[in-house]
């Protein structure tokens, strides 16, 4: 490579990453600014950390998000898993273009038709919104996420290894749970955190199908957001970028793979 | 468990799901759009309940009526939100195209031992909250935020600019937040790419930038179609980034739905919008499924 070209391919880098990441970390150094002000710099403080501590409605939605995520996200891996199977196994069962098409168009489907569509049917059936409905609607969204993360890894799956299982004589529920599972695991976890992820993230979604007493943290934080930019919400934010980030680093410690692109 | 009732389970159960979840609730936007409005608890009329029977069914079929969307076409409104939104989609979509190749294109030709660190480091800031991306972008962008401060004290310009509550602004929030759809597909597609060709085709005394428009460019494009589908559907129903960075101007449909059922709590005219955007995005994201299931087969 030529000093020129390897020169751009810096500088792209260089910008590229600055703007990723300047915001993050702007707004991470303002949570721990003293003045009231968000633009003027009022000397080092933690006392935003300690309102954030101190406010009872932030907390309890703060527990109710990572639950409906923690639920959600398991519902998510086994649909998800099972869909992957499904799609790389078996490459003729009926309707299956229809299948695959379920699966792949909840990924870049507008959040707002989804979760418009979803709460019409909670309606319609007669279902109360609240902690279920968050759940199943995330576990809808996400599952197709896992099924691309976990299809991903079957598709380099060495399938000889199932068929010796199955000559020396183990049941199919047996290969599956000590050959399959085993190997396609470090994706089954991605998937799992990432569908996690996603569920703490979401605001349309949860906004269209939670009921009173299930509002979640970003349903709060948008709120508050709306009425203007406060050191406090600066300071909420920073503790959940500090928590995704030692989650994910600690996941892809456990899994030595890295965490697989979407 | 044999494996015939193996293979069922793990068709059916994610199947069920997902018609029960995905597929059946369309049908029902589809209904509630045909609905009309009423103060009620559900806030529309007809309901069906299952003690109506077939004549009861039949009546309040009739009631079904293509009013909202009667209302839709005659509304400006609702044309220039969808007008705007296309406009918005399909511009952030180039911008980060633009953007993201030459980040994607040098991550793939970084040594080999750096590309996993890049790809985390692209992955990392879509894993904290998008909320939380897009509000760290109000603080810099408003009049008295740090962008303008930095300009001001730089002397660029004269009295600090409006950005915040504009189209750019929603512009520069889309990019910031779909940047790592957009270079993941592309540095999956670079980073397969067989260099050799490269050099072959700089042995017969081609020039790089010829060669990276004649072998570069169509070997990434199942890359770039990934990338701009992946980017272009969902920011064309963009909700939260109009409403956070775009103020009262710019009309995006995503939101206008978002107020008809939030807002006026007009739950068939809402359903009329998303209807309307889904047949408009449904090209899309067929295309979007295609590449994606070529792409997983060609990996086999």
Redesign the interface.
Known sequence: MNPRSRFLDATALTLGFAFLYLPIVILIVYSFNASQLVTVWGGFSTRWYGAVWQNRQLLDAAWITVKVAAVSAAFATIVGTLAALALTRYLRFRGRTLFSGLVYAPIVMPEVITGLSLLLLFVSVGIDRGFWTVTVAHATFTCGFVAVVVQSRLITFDRSLEEAAADLGATPWQVFFRITLPIIAPAVIAGFLLAFTLSLDDLVIASFTTGPGSTTLPMRIYSQVRLGVTPEINAICTLMIAAVTVLVIGASLATKRGLPAT | ???RQ??R???L???L???V??????A??AK?SLSQVATAI?PYVPVFGLDDGPAGWLAKARELSLDNYGVIASDRLYIDAFLTSIRIAATGTLILLV?GY??A???A??PENWR?L????????????????V??????L?P???LN?LLLGLGLIGAPLQIANTETAVLIGVV?SY?P?M???L??SLERMDRTLLEAAADLGCP?WKAFWRITVPLSLPGIVAGC??CF??I?????IP??LGGSDTLMI?KT??TE??SNRD?PV??AV?VL??VL?VG???L??RQ??RQ?EA??
Request: net charge neutral.
């Open positions: 468990m044999s494996e193996a293979r389970t793990i068709i159960v994610p199947y799901w997902l018609a979840f995905f597929l059946v609730p369309f029902i936007v509630m559900p953007i030459p980040m294109h040098a991550m030709r970084a996993p890049l790809v985390m480091a692209v992955i990392l800031p879509f894993w904290t909250s998008f909320l939380i991306r509000y760290a972008w109000i603080g810099i408003k008295e935020g740090l401060e910031y940047l759809f270079v993941l597909p540095y999956a790089p589908f992946l559907i969902p064309t129903g963009e909700v939260v409403d956070l995503g739905l978002w059922f939030f739950w809402a359903s998303a955007l889904l995005l899309p994201i067929v979007y499924q994606q299931a997983l990996a086999r």
